[in-house]
Each structure stands twice: as structure tokens, then as C-alpha cells.
């Protein structure tokens, strides 16, 4: 079966610091990969997704940044973080073969 | 970024009373999905409709794939306390893209 892993659980980092959170994916190969954040109480606003290795599409322009270094990787960056980064940061998969998405149990971020 | 309107925002409902959602679009989907939240915690896949006039159902849940294919309506019966917890619609499957356009949530707090 398939599993998603993200990590760290929570983090607390000083504004102007960097930052990077990593997402893996277990049991499949060649997922599309998505990054979501979601502010406290709100809905989930896409930020990232991967069809592939190396392929990027962003649809928030921000100081954020995604890479996928290997095919179940997906790794969000940031090199100066904002308060306005905090957030409750969400990874999500799927396979070509439907549309289900599935997604991982977050990262709590604070900006101080 | 675009969101799909989601109503009722928030209800209270008595423990097992029936709970009604529905989703709204302007825009045609060939997919539907439908997740619940829980508090820190990432949202949790709980039915995916494919065609349009579709009726899934996975437990006390049943969602419907509207005939327009704009809009989706997901029911639970006979509520329980464990049933409190957000829940989003999601569009996705257009041509061309790979992206999910989220709701904004009913959250659903249920009196025991």
C-alpha cells in the first residue's frame, strides 16, 4: 500500500531564516506530486505540483520554491522566510491511473 | 486563488441527525472528490466521483456527482460525535491540468 511522509511535524523558525520541508511517497511510482498550504481555519491553496523529476509548475508567486530531486520526493524551500510564510503546510499524491488524491499529515510552521 | 463556494459554512447538528453539503462551480468537472479534516492533521480522502449523476456512497457517507457536472452534494446519517470535523469538495480531472480546486469548507460540530 501506499504511504506519504512528511516531515518535520512542527517547526518554529525565525523570520529572514530558510527553510525546507521534505515530502516522500511509499508503494508507487511516478506520482504528480502537490504542495498545499492551508492559514488557520481556511481552505487550501495550491502552491506547487510535479508531474516529474525536475518539473515544476508554481501557481503562487512568492518567496517559496519546490524541487523533486528523485521521482517520490518533493521538497519545498525557502532561502528568507516571512511571517506571512506560518502555515500548515500540506503534501499530496497521486497516480496517473485516477484522480484520487491523497495527502500526508502536514507541517505546522510558525514564523516569529 | 480560485475556490469553489461550499455551503453551509459551519453547522451544529444533534447526534444522529442527517447532515446535507453541497459544493458549487462555476466551471464543469470530471472529477469530484470529498475529504474531511480533523484539527493538525492532513485531510482524509472519504469518496471520489467520476461520472456525472453518480452516486457513491462509503459507509453513513453518500455523495453525489451533479448532472451538470458544476456541483456535488455529500450527505452523512445519522451523525455521531466522531462525524465533527471539516469537510471540503474538491474539482479536478479538467483537460490539461492536473490541479484540484478546493471548497471552502463546512464544518460540522455535532451535539451529543
Known amino acids: 500500500s501506499q504511504t506519504i511522509h512528511q516531515w518535520p511535524a512542527t517547526l518554529v523558525q525565525p523570520v529572514g531564516s530558510p527553510l525546507s520541508l521534505e515530502c516522500t511517497v511509499e508503494g508507487t511510482s511516478n506520482p504528480n506530486l502537490y504542495w498545499y498550504r492551508q492559514a488557520a481555519g481556511r481552505g487550501l491553496q495550491l502552491l506547487f505540483y510535479?508531474?516529474?523529476?525536475?518539473?515544476i509548475s508554481s501557481e503562487v508567486p512568492q518567496n517559496l520554491s519546490a524541487s523533486r530531486p528523485q521521482d517520490r520526493q518533493f521538497i519545498l524551500s525557502s532561502k528568507k522566510l516571512l511571517l506571512s510564510d506560518s502555515g500548515f503546510y500540506l503534501c499530496?499524491?497521486?497516480?496517473?491511473?485516477?484522480?484520487?488524491?491523497?495527502f500526508g499529515p502536514g507541517t505546522r510552521l510558525t514564523v516569529t | 486563488g480560485q475556490q469553489l463556494n461550499q455551503s453551509p459554512q459551519s453547522m451544529f447538528i444533534q447526534e444522529g441527525e442527517d447532515v446535507s453539503m453541497n459544493c458549487t462551480s462555476s466551471?464543469?468537472?470530471?472529477?469530484w472528490l470529498w475529504y474531511k479534516q480533523e484539527p493538525g492533521e492532513g485531510p482524509v480522502l472519504l469518496i471520489a466521483?467520476?461520472?456525472?449523476?453518480e452516486l457513491t456512497s462509503n459507509g453513513r457517507l453518500t455523495a453525489q456527482f451533479g448532472i451538470t457536472r458544476k456541483d456535488s452534494f455529500l450527505n452523512i446519517s445519522a451523525s455521531i460525535p466522531s462525524d465533527v470535523g471539516i469537510y471540503f469538495c474538491a474539482g479536478g480531472g479538467r483537460r490539461g491540468t492536473y490541479k484540484y480546486i478546493f471548497g471552502t469548507g463546512t464544518r460540522l460540530k455535532v451535539l451529543a
Open positions: 499530496a499524491w497521486r497516480t496517473g491511473l485516477n484522480y484520487e488524491q491523497y
Open positions: 510535479s508531474v516529474g523529476i525536475g518539473q
Open positions: 466551471s464543469i468537472f470530471n472529477t
Open positions: 466521483l467520476y461520472k456525472a449523476g
